[in-house]
């Protein structure tokens, strides 16, 4: 205990230089965390999507890394449903679209279903009621999208320059949905001039004891599916967790999330050298005494990784704690809180606090090694 103790008033002498260290490591891994966890957020929204409502395997075009891009016949549904193992198959058609707020412009996700699918049984509907086969211009609104537009049922919304009445506000389990649109498939397409034509399938199988092998069978039996003329269609059937980690956005960000948090990591780590540095060289003295009082070359290196560890850890909480008010902030920010899912993963954090760490083994190594090898003799003779 009196070591610690020790330490911290080593620190607390120099109260500015080590705030300034400690902001500099909750900077890194603040930013870390922050866009760590927006990036796994964005992946576990998207595979949570599939496995709460049992989908196992996901069908799109191959050769499309953006979902957005995939474009499939509606007519291959009717193929999906009799291959041996499959118990259901739907479409849908997922679109990007603006939405005029006022003077403004938002962006959201419209999700194009069947009416009276089961993808609407996950759907809590808060007011109004659910899409019916047939109805022209209505739509389903999240409530984060609603809140966003200030919407209600009755309203109408703008899309691509036509209105739609406003049937039903919904919250659900997905926070991209919460964010969205849900329309009726045929009015999508009708909508977006594509007709007849989806994003892709969302098929459930059968309980099966061999799950991986089944999963394995019916992908390769999707793939060798043939139109009408008798020829393949060019089609990707993936078990649905392994179709989201290969999705172009999913990659992007978690690509982004990385290098930028490197780049952070490597600026905090010479931040902390340079404040190990400076505090080594100001107590050159200091280190001599405490050599010729019986301290060994490891107990210097200890008190000097000792130092460097106490600021990275407070740099942790602190940019820890930073983080997830960020995250919880960027959840309630209209342009962005349809795709922000506003709590961050304890994974996360960990590995916020393991950065800060490495921060503090980098920054204080070689400090520390140059104060555990002067001679006492010398440090004492230094002016």
Not at 17 to 36: E, H, N, Y
Not at 115 to 139: A, C, I, M, W, Y
Not at 222 to 235: A, V
Request: charged residues 20%.
């Amino acid at each position: 205990m009196y070591f610690l103790t020790f330490l911290i008033k080593n620190l607390t002498r120099r109260k500015t230089r080590s705030l300034l260290t400690i902001l500099g490591v909750a900077v890194a891994v603040g930013t870390m965390v922050t866009l760590r966890g927006i990036s796994y957020g964005f992946e576990s929204s998207f595979v949570e999507s599939f496995q709460h409502r049992g989908t196992d395997i996901v069908v799109v075009a191959a050769g499309q890394a953006d979902q957005l891009r995939s474009d499939l016949d509606e007519k291959i549904c009717e193929q999906l449903q009799h291959i041996p193992g499959v118990k259901t198959a739907w479409p849908g058609l997922l679109e990007m679209i603006d939405i005029t707020r006022g003077t403004s412009v938002s962006s959201a996700l419209i999700h194009g279903w069947r009416p009276n699918t089961p993808l609407f049984d996950d759907l809590t509907l808060l007011d109004g009621r659910s899409l019916q086969k047939g109805d022209p211009h209505e739509v389903l609104l999240g409530t984060t999208l609603a809140s966003t537009l200030n919407k209600k049922v009755g309203d109408t919304i703008e899309m691509q320059q036509e209105p739609f009445r406003v049937v039903g506000i919904f919250r659900s389990f997905n926070v991209y949905e919460n964010g969205g649109v849900v329309i009726a498939l045929d009015e999508l397409q009708r909508l977006m001039d594509r007709k007849g034509r989806v994003t892709g399938f969302s098929v459930v199988l059968e309980p099966a004891e061999d799950r991986a092998g089944t999963v394995e069978r019916v992908c390769k039996e999707i793939e060798t599916l043939k139109d009408e003329q008798g020829r393949p269609y060019k089609i990707m059937a993936q078990e649905s967790k392994q179709y989201v980690s290969g999705t172009l956005y999913i990659q992007l960000a978690h690509g982004m999330a990385w290098i930028t948090s490197a780049i952070a990591a490597f600026i905090g780590a010479i931040s902390m050298l340079n404040t190990m540095i400076t505090s080594v060289l100001e107590r050159i003295k200091e280190i001599g005494i405490l050599r010729a009082m019986g301290w060994r070359k490891g107990r210097v290196v200890r008190m000097i990784l000792g130092e460097s560890m106490l600021l990275s850890i407070a740099g942790g909480v602190v940019g820890v704690l930073g983080a997830v008010l960020v995250t919880r902030w960027l959840a309630t920010v209209p342009e962005v809180n349809g795709f922000v899912r506003g709590d961050v993963s304890p994974v996360i954090m960990m590995q916020g606090f393991v950065t800060a760490l490495v921060v503090a083994l980098v920054g204080g190594t070689y400090p520390a090694y140059r104060a555990a090898h002067w001679l006492p003799t010398e440090a004492l003779r230094h002016e």
